[in-house]
């Protein structure tokens, strides 16, 4: 058993978040999380929300709320939908908690003592028309560099490099509108990320060796063009104070630090609010501070990259103290929506708690698992979740099950048929499992999770084909014995799917394992050796049939679905 640190990217506050957001970071993490676990090893799945920043503020302005109780308000209702999609972190904190803000002080304080966060005197965009400093989220124009029209002054989302507000072409205030703005001075504190380079270079140089090109290449191309000094504090209200007893002046001036200095610290800071809830069972600095022994895993989309690579790796270096590096980022490509961006002001697409009132959390871990954006860009249309939810879910596994169990209860009662001895075609199907069992855990262990979606998909139809070819409805007609030894392995099968399935499709799973009396709740995973054997459920065991796992997805679902949340563009 080994311990294992997994972390996702935290969602901003401003808002529910679209499926994209769901299979870029939290669903992958959740799944591999899920496995870990069933594998015996000790895991701790931490996010939280990102609750300090620009974002937040222009959407509780929005809203007509106080920032904080917006806040609030909104890490309640994505906890909830949260809990709706099966998402098993261990804790769902925020950055804005009083943990965040003492450890976050606590790294600006070492950071400072080591000669690695200057003040500095800078000329900063002012909005007369806002009567205050625009920090660079306030700030929207044309990236210089893609072209893209809504780029933030702190980061264009479209090409992912990083700007300054100075930077963008045609500038414009984003809570006015104004574009007459002016340059002013003002001092902030820099993190001297120059000073770190060589730093951060041979660290990458020993731990990206089997990161995905996607996360590397992101890494080297900001190590290749040189690691800038960056601002790491901000005019705002919200957000974790600059500390008066370091830097007095600009704590009496209000400064608060840059959203993307605290929020990768929110981390441990929700690591430290989990241990808190219960101090005698738990430590958190055993997973974050001299943590030789922890393997830590980050889950994230690639506009988050580059600040997990270089930036937060450059902020634990440069306090001095054996704080847990990551060891693996995995990162993702965008999901599009119909091959465009999910919009909520041009209702295009379909967001996280709109998909849990139209289907269970299952139909939507499944598909996206099995379409995840992992080697490039992925596109969601409804005809091809249709068509998963149909032949995957509906009908390869979900009809399995249901005609099994029904037709054995039918012929044979509620208990599991005996029968003849496993023959020739039942060694095939063995061995065949076998391999699809061993090529899923490979899978899931990489971090491969569309090939582990299929490797699940083929032991699924792998049964369905060994239905087929033994025909108990057959074989039942001229000998019994061969047809209950049919469906008793298709009953082991069925077992061997409700405890394999279970990271990707809980919900399933959890019915398909009570459908059987001898299920036994301590039993986490099944061997290779196990699963080829047919043994895990024996002749006589009790069962019952669960409800219809999956129904399919018709044509006036699709017709419904199209119409409210927007189709192809032709469509729309």
Not at 42 to 68: F, K, N, Q, R, S
């Amino acid at each position: 058993m080994t311990r294992h640190l997994v972390t996702s990217a935290l969602p901003y506050i401003n808002g529910i978040k679209h499926l994209g957001n769901m299979v870029g970071s939290m669903l992958p993490a959740d799944v591999y999380s899920r496995y870990l676990r069933q594998r015996g090893h000790e895991v701790l799945y931490i996010c939280a929300t990102d609750e300090h920043g620009t974002p937040a503020e222009l959407a509780a302005a929005d809203a007509g709320l106080p920032v904080a109780e917006f806040c609030e308000q909104q890490h309640r209702a994505q906890a909830e939908i949260y809990r709706g999609f099966e998402l098993s972190f261990d804790h769902f904190g925020r950055t804005s908690s009083e943990q965040n803000r003492e450890i976050t002080q606590h790294f600006a304080r070492k950071l400072h003592e080591h000669g690695f966060i200057e003040q500095q005197s800078i000329r900063q965009v002012y909005s007369p028309a806002d009567g205050r400093f625009l920090p660079d989220r306030y700030i929207i124009g044309t990236c210089p560099h893609c072209g893209y029209e809504k780029a933030r002054g702190d980061q264009c989302e479209n090409c992912t490099r990083v700007l300054d507000p100075t930077d963008l072409v045609e500038p414009r205030s984003a809570i006015s509108g104004s574009t007459e703005l002016e340059v002013r001075e003002t001092k902030h504190l820099f993190l001297t990320q120059s000073k770190l380079t060589d730093e951060v270079e041979g660290w990458l140089d020993e731990a990206s060796g089997e990161w995905p090109n996607l996360s590397s290449s992101i890494a080297r191309k900001w190590i290749t063009e040189g690691l800038r000094d960056r601002s790491i504090t901000r005019d705002l209200d919200w957000g974790v104070p600059v500390p008066a007893d370091t830097w007095p002046e600009l704590a009496a001036e209000g400064k608060v630090f840059y959203v993307w200095f605290d929020a990768p610290i929110g981390y441990i800071g929700a690591t430290k609010e989990w241990s808190d809830l219960a101090p005698a069972e738990r430590d958190w600095k055993s997973w974050w501070y001299e943590a030789e022994d922890v393997t830590y895993t980050e889950f994230m989309a690639k506009d988050n990259v580059p600040f997990h690579t270089v930036m937060f790796p450059a902020t634990e270096l440069g306090t001095r103290e054996p704080w847990k590096m990551v060891d693996f980022v995995q990162s993702f490509n965008w999901l599009t929506y119909y091959g465009g961006k999910f919009s909520t002001s041009d209702q295009r697409g379909i967001f996280t708690d709109q998909a849990l009132e139209l289907l269970p959390a299952d139909y939507w871990r499944y598909f996206l698992i099995a379409s995840a954006p992992e080697s490039d860009d992925s596109s969601f249309s409804w005809e091809l979740f249709a068509s998963v939810v149909n032949k995957d879910l509906a009908d390869t596994l979900g009809n399995f099950v249901n005609r099994v169990l029904s037709f054995s209860r039918k012929r044979f009662g509620d208990q599991v048929p005996a029968g003849d001895a496993a023959g020739e075609p039942e060694q095939r199907l063995a061995a065949e499992i076998g391999g699809l069992l061993a090529d899923y855990q490979t899978h899931l262990e990489a971090k491969q999770f569309r090939k582990a979606a299929q490797a699940l998909r083929s032991m699924w139809s792998a049964g369905n084909s060994y239905l087929e070819e033994k025909a108990p409805w057959i074989q039942i007609r001229t000998d019994q014995d061969a047809a209950a030894l049919t469906l008793r392995t298709a009953m082991n099968l069925i077992y061997l799917y409700a405890v394999v399935s279970e990271p990707l499709i809980p919900g399933a799973a959890k019915a398909m394992r009570a459908a059987f009396a001898s299920d036994d709740p301590q039993r986490s995973w099944v061997s290779v050796e196990e699963a080829r054997s047919f043994e895990l459920v024996p002749a006589g065991t009790d069962f019952t049939i669960p409800p219809v796992l999956f129904a399919k997805v018709t044509e006036d679902d699709l017709a419904d679905y199209r119409a409210r949340f927007g189709g192809a563009p032709d469509e729309s």
